[in-house]
């Protein structure tokens, strides 16, 4: 007697032989996955777009102190265009593969992002001060400096986590520990937010204002990102919340901090990028009407005139001139000051003796 085969369904929307583990993504059911996967598929456009636009502006940025924030902020769009896709990981379902990808590219690629604004920060602290900026270099490696603690503390977390070879030791774990773990792997990002924040807020310290308004937009994004991460820490730590919806928490999470760095940093910066160097956000350079005073050379060079006579110089009037020189020299004298006093012209004829002739 032969058996007939049941067919497989799926969720609405699906496919019957898709596995389960992406039914988020197509579920009708259950919609805040594909809002979510719609978003993060836009945002990571977007970012691509932006990372192009960049590449774009090289040629078109007047600043140089400006310029020298590209490759920083370049490297910020990769942590961005990360923090969209790794969306996708938290949509599907957590198992063997999910998991360590999950704890280690969450901290990592926020860190790249918090890093690059502090980078930001330090080197518009200088700016608004009038001190000298930090070359593209310094700027670049204190960035990727700052995030790769991150990327240690992370690797240390998941090779005594998963014991070298279990991988599916996350989704073993229950959930609230899963979350507490998550949590606390996750404290050094806490800290470079915090640190980027503060470090924004003092560049509204500085003289020259026209460095303050790249100022506002850390301080603005980082403000953003703080409240999110508030937000989702204390959602994912209550424990009278279904564990069903801890990936719905962090993937939003996710998507809305990634849009505000695009919203509130990448786009305010675009349009400062092209702006023509402006005189005011400089000091006045004063240092080419200061007198230079003339040094002696040493080597060959031509004795016509010793260097006695260039020091001294020959006498015109009262005042010591100094050929060759850049700047009169002046020589300190005493002047009279009296008022002359009239005198009557002296006659032609005083010296004149009229004689009678003799008769």
């Known amino acids: 007697m032969a058996t007939t085969k049941t067919p497989r369904t799926g969720p609405s929307g699906c496919r019957s032989d898709l596995d389960s583990r992406y039914h988020r993504l197509c579920d009708l059911a259950e919609g805040w996955g594909i809002a979510l996967e719609t978003l993060a598929a836009v945002g990571a456009v977007a970012t691509v777009a932006c990372m192009f636009a960049l590449i774009f502006l090289i040629c078109k940025v007047q600043d140089s102190n400006k310029r020298k924030m590209l ?50 920060a330090f080197n518009l602290n200088k700016l608004v001060r009038g001190r000298r900026p930090l070359s593209w270099l310094v700027i670049l490696s204190l960035a990727v400096g700052f995030s790769l603690v991150q990327d240690v503390i992370a690797i240390e977390y998941l090779v005594l986590a998963m014991n070298r070879t279990n991988t599916n030791v996350f989704s073993e774990l229950p959930a609230p520990r899963r979350n507490e773990d998550f949590v606390m792997l996750l404290i050094y990002v806490l800290l470079l937010m915090v640190l980027a924040f503060l470090a924004s807020f003092f560049v509204f310290c500085g003289s020259f204002s ?36 801890d990936d719905t ?79 009169f020299q002046l020589q300190n004298r005493q002047k009279d000051f009296s008022i002359p006093r009239a005198q009557a012209p002296a006659s032609p004829y005083n010296d004149y003796e009229g004689r009678r002739g003799d008769s």
């Open 71 to 120: 490759p920083t902020q370049f490297l910020f769009l990769l942590g961005v265009l990360g923090v969209f896709g790794l969306t996708f990981a938290f949509i599907i379902k957590l198992d063997g593969a999910t998991g360590p990808t999950r704890f280690f590219l969450f901290g990592v690629l926020f860190a790249i992002c918090f890093s690059c604004l502090l980078a930001h």
């Open 210 to 245: 026209g460095w303050k308004r790249h100022g506002f937009h850390i301080c603005f994004t980082s403000f953003l990102s703080i409240a999110i991460w508030v937000a989702w820490i204390i959602l994912l730590l209550i424990p009278d919340i279904d564990p069903k919806w």
């Open 249 to 327: 928490i962090l993937s939003t999470a996710l998507v809305a901090n990634g849009w505000v760095f695009l919203a509130f940093y990448i786009l305010p910066e675009f349009r400062q990028l092209p702006r023509q160097r402006s005189p005011m956000d400089y000091p006045v350079e004063d240092a080419f009407c200061k007198p230079q005073l003339m040094k002696q050379s040493y080597g060959v060079e031509n004795r016509a005139y010793s260097q006695e006579e260039i020091t001294q110089g020959p006498e015109m009037g009262d005042t010591l001139y100094a050929p060759y020189s850049t700047h």
